[in-house]
C-alpha cells in the first residue's frame, strides 16, 4: 500500500482529520514507506549533515566525554553506552575511533545502539573494542550506570501543531484535500488532552505552539534504563520563551537536498521532517521522570569545554594535511551551528512518580 493511501485510511478512519504528529509518524517511521526507512543519503549527497561527519574532531571530543562520565561513576566494568538513533553518523562509533578509548578500558563495556526499523551501519567493518548490542526504542535493558548520546533525535518526535484562538487552544490537522492537493490543514477542536506541562498563556492570537508526543514515555524509559549516569541531547532548539517569539508560526521545517522545503504536507517519505526542540519541555520532563538538568549550553561551548581544540592540536601535531582539515572542522563547529544546544540530564534521584510511591506505602 502507498504511503499516501495509507495515510488516506488513517484520515477517513478518524473521521476526517488526525494530527499532524500522527502525519509525521508515519511519513518518516511507517516500516515500508516511511522516510526513515527508505535509502536515506546522508552527508554532502544526501538531506542533511550531522555534525560528526563533519571531521572525527567530533566524536573524539564526545570520547572526552564519555571517559568522564565513567570516571565520574567510579570506573564500573559494566558500563553501557546508549545511543539513541545513530541512523549513518553514529557520535558514538565515531567516539569509540578515539584513542582515549583503549581497548582495557572500553572491553567490558557494552555499546547499545537504539533504532527503530533498518540499522543504517555495519559495525562490523569498524568494530568498536566492546560487545555492541541493536535494541528497539522501549528495549527491556538495564537498570545500568552509563550515558546516553542522543545526536539531532529529539527533533525528528513526531509533534502535534496547536494554534491559539480567544483565551484557549484549538489544533492543526491534517486532512485530505482536492486533487492535486493531496493532504491540506483543518483546523479544529483538541484531537487529544494536552500534556502535563504547562502550554503557554498570554501568547496573540493565531500563535502555533509545537508539542512533541512520545516524549514523557522516552524519558521514562531512559531513567528505568540507567541506574545512574547522564543523558546528552544535542540537537537545534531553545527555550519555550525564545521559540514563542522567534517562531510565532511554529519551527516546522522539512529538508530535501540541504535545501528547506515549502509544504510539509506533500510528498509524504520522500523529506525529512522536523521542529525545533523545545528545551524548557525536556527539562521538565527530565525533572518528573527522575533526572536533574545541568543546564542549557551551546553546542560551541560544549565543545570547547570538552577539549575540542585540544584534539584538534593533537590531529595536527600526527598529520599536518588532517590537522587542516581538523581546524576547518573546528570554525564549522564554533560558528556553523549556532542554534544547536546541548542539554544535560543526571540520573541522581528517583522520579517524582517514585517518590510520590514511596511515601503510600
Known amino acids: 500500500m502507498r504511503l499516501s493511501d495509507r495515510l488516506d485510511r488513517m484520515i477517513d478512519s478518524a473521521g476526517g482529520r488526525i494530527s499532524f504528529s500522527d502525519f509525521m509518524r508515519t511519513a518518516l517511521y511507517e516500516r515500508t514507506e516511511g522516510y526513515y526507512s527508505q535509502n536515506v543519503v546522508f552527508g554532502k549527497k544526501g538531506d542533511f549533515m550531522t555534525a560528526p561527519r563533519v571531521h572525527s574532531s567530533f566524536g573524539q571530543t564526545v570520547a572526552r566525554v564519555i571517559l568522564d562520565e565513567w570516571e565520574r561513576l567510579g570506573r564500573p566494568r559494566d558500563f553501557a553506552v546508549i545511543e539513541l538513533g545513530p541512523g549513518e553518523d553514529s557520535v558514538s562509533l565515531a567516539a569509540f575511533g578515539a584513542p582515549e578509548l583503549r581497548p582495557e578500558i572500553v572491553g567490558s563495556w557494552k555499546l ?7 540499522r543504517r551501519i555495519d559495525t562490523r567493518h569498524s568494530p568498536p573494542p566492546c560487545v555492541v548490542e541493536w535494541i528497539e526504542p522501549d528495549a527491556s ?34 486532512a485530505r484535500g482536492p486533487e492535486p492537493v493531496h493532504f491540506l490543514w483543518k483546523e479544529g477542536p483538541l484531537l487529544a488532552p494536552l500534556p502535563p506541562f504547562p502550554i503557554p498563556e498570554g501568547v496573540g492570537e493565531g500563535t502555533v505552539f509545537e508539542v ?33 517569539r522567534r517562531f510565532p508560526q511554529g519551527s516546522l521545517a522539512t529538508y530535501e537536498g540541504h535545501v528547506m522545503g515549502e509544504d510539509p504536507l506533500s510528498h509524504p517519505g520522500e523529506r525529512d521532517i522536523s521542529a525545533w526542540v523545545d528545551f524548557s519541555r525536556v527539562a521538565s520532563e527530565a525533572e518528573r521522570a527522575g533526572f536533574r538538568s545541568d543546564g542549557l549550553e551551546t553546542q560551541a561551548q560544549f565543545l570547547h569545554e570538552h577539549g575540542l581544540e585540544e584534539v ?11 590537522g587542516v582539515r581538523a581546524r576547518l572542522a573546528l570554525k564549522a563547529f564554533y560558528f556553523g551551528y549556532p542554534d544547536h544546544r546541548v542539554l544535560a540530564l543526571r540520573r541522581t534521584r528517583r522520579s517524582r512518580a517514585e517518590r510520590a510511591s514511596s511515601l503510600t506505602r
Open 141 to 174: 535493558i538495564g537498570p545500568l550506570p552509563g550515558i546516553v548520546l542522543a545526536n539531532e533525535v529529539l527533533d525528528a518526535l513526531p509533534f502535534r501543531r496547536l494554534i491559539r484562538r480567544g483565551e484557549g487552544w484549538r489544533e492543526l490537522g491534517v
Open 212 to 244: 512533541a508526543e512520545g516524549l514523557p514515555e522516552l524519558l521514562r524509559w531512559l531513567a528505568g534504563v540507567l541506574r545512574s549516569g547522564s543523558v546528552y541531547f544535542i540537537d537545534y532548539g531553545d527555550s519555550t520563551e525564545n521559540l514563542l
Open 112 to 118: 547499545y545502539l537504539c533504532e527503530r526499523g533498518r
Open 312 to 322: 584538534v592540536r593533537r590531529t595536527e601535531s600526527q598529520d599536518p594535511v588532517e
